[in-house]
């Protein structure tokens, strides 16, 4: 059997830890004890079986969290798992603020790991919504209509570059922020770019 540790590529983002410090390291400790190759993908601590991505550990200001990228597949008998925000489709995390609970839940989160790692062997894929399902902006659907050359561009992009922008334009609450989103980015969709290309 594959002897898994520690991969010194992910160590700096241990060392460079503050705030979360002693968590991140608790669960790097949990998630290597599942017998998963750790990577550095996203600048994070990404835990693989046989290629494909399980779970990673990241850190925001209010929290840190194991990552479930296949999450919303997952039992959840615990109701540990947080959709992060209704526009995530798959993934679901596991959230901490400090050790002592990552420790009461370390049976919890090995029996998670698992379940996520049997979930990517079986090649169980979350049904995502459609490009169609997703709002249109009313300021982005008056320049599709007016606009033949950048309907076409739009429609031509990638599935994932379409819901990029449909999410991001449909954000705002006021119609001129919109109206100044759908501006800014003509020239990127004309170009055929995605919103962070």
């Not at 898994?4 to 830890?17: G, L, R, T």
């Not at 750790?38 to 929290?63: R, S």
């Not at 079986?122 to 300021?139: P, T, W």
């Not at 759908?182 to 770019?193: A, F, Q």
């Amino acid at each position: 059997m594959t002897k898994y540790s520690e991969n010194s590529k992910v160590d700096f983002y241990f060392e460079k830890a503050e705030k979360w410090k002693s968590e991140i390291e608790q669960m790097r400790a949990i998630v290597l004890d599942c017998h998963l190759s750790e990577e550095l993908k996203w600048g994070c601590p990404c835990y693989t079986f046989d290629g494909a991505n399980i779970v990673l550990i990241h850190t925001f200001k209010e929290y840190c969290a194991f990552l479930f990228f296949k999450g919303a597949l997952m039992k959840d008998p615990d109701k540990i798992l947080i959709q992060q925000s209704d526009n995530v489709q798959a993934a679901r995390q596991a959230r901490f603020t400090n050790v002592q609970d990552i420790l009461s839940k370390k049976e919890i989160l090995k029996k998670y790991i698992f379940e996520a790692a049997e979930i990517e062997k079986s090649g169980q894929k979350v049904e995502l919504k459609k490009v169609s399902e997703f709002e249109i902006a009313d300021e982005l659907q008056t320049k599709l209509d007016n606009n033949s050359d950048f309907k076409k561009a739009f429609y031509a992009l990638t599935p994932g570059r379409q819901r990029a922008y449909l999410l991001h334009f449909s954000q705002p609450k006021q119609s001129k922020t919109r109206e100044a989103r759908v501006e800014k980015n003509i020239s990127r969709i004309l170009d055929g770019k995605g919103l962070n290309d």
